[in-house]
């Protein structure tokens, strides 16, 4: 048996993969306590059953803690096997010491999820210094991939496309979808000067003027490397890109400027924006599906359900957290 689990913001999309699935769906409730600290409660039976917790990575800091005290909760309460669903993985690009002292912050957020989660499931995560997820994770970590999502919009919705990769690492997925639509692409450099400042060259791309030029990227974050790519392709008189990406981050006023200079922005729902246009639901439903076929030969990788302790057997602590103790008769 599985129940998928939304995190708060993960509803619509943890209602979509069980909808694809045909899975239970669960409940969590979580609030803020008046000092600050996180309530935790999964509202359903999770004995011996498989758990799927959702939650897009998209704004990690502010969820992380409600995150992990489910997962606990979860494996406390019996279940089966716990995995996170995260369509969108945080913290991948922070992937060595650029600076005296800096945190390598992807090793460190690795090692938390892994030290709570049995598996883990993602969508085209930031792999760039990282041959794998496994150099980082000590769970099975699977790695699902979009492109050919992307390219199946493109090809429905727009004609006589030019595929553009922002920078060197977007070839990998601009040159999948070209492939699959059968249309030119070009890779262009980038040189980042900092976390808002980027400068891509653009080559002379004369002969392809009458194509619609396709910007195609992993993720617009801060948005700096689409934007200056659309403002580029204007001076060479190209018409406004259509702008295509996995994870829509678009940090601060990014979405509002680069809408400025695009004809549309899509992205998939792995974070939720207005600029959603792809689910991503039936490609990870698929993959849990067949990873469930093949589940009896799975071990847990981690520690076993804990026992019920002696205090929780007796009620004695089954009051409702944040209202008096019984003792207190109040
Ligand atoms: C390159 O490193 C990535 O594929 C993206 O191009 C980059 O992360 C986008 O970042 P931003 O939107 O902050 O320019």
Known sequence: MRVIVPLPGNEVFARDLSAAGGWELGAIETRRFPDGETYVRLRDDVTDKRVDLVCTLGAPDDGFLRLIFAADAARALGAREVTLIAPYLAYMRQDRRFQPGEAISSRSFARLISSSFDRLITVDPHLHRYPALSALYTIPAETLHAAPLLADWIADHVEMPLLIGPDEESEQWVSVIAERIGAPFTVLKKIRHGDRSVDIDLPDLGPWRDRQPVLADDI??????????????????????????????????????????????????????????????????????????RAEALVRHRRPPEPLDEVERAGVDSFPASDPPPWTGG
């Open 220 to 293: 617009a974050s801060s948005g700096r490397t689409l934007i200056d790519a659309a403002r580029k392709l204007a001076l060479q008189g190209f018409a406004k890109p259509v702008c295509a990406v996995v994870h829509g981050v678009f940090a601060e006023d990014s979405y509002e400027r680069l809408q400025a200079l695009s004809a549309r922005i899509v992205s998939c729902d792995s974070i939720p924006h207005p600029s959603n246009a792809i689910g991503l639901a039936p490609l990870i439903a698929s993959a849990l599906a067949s990873r469930h076929a």
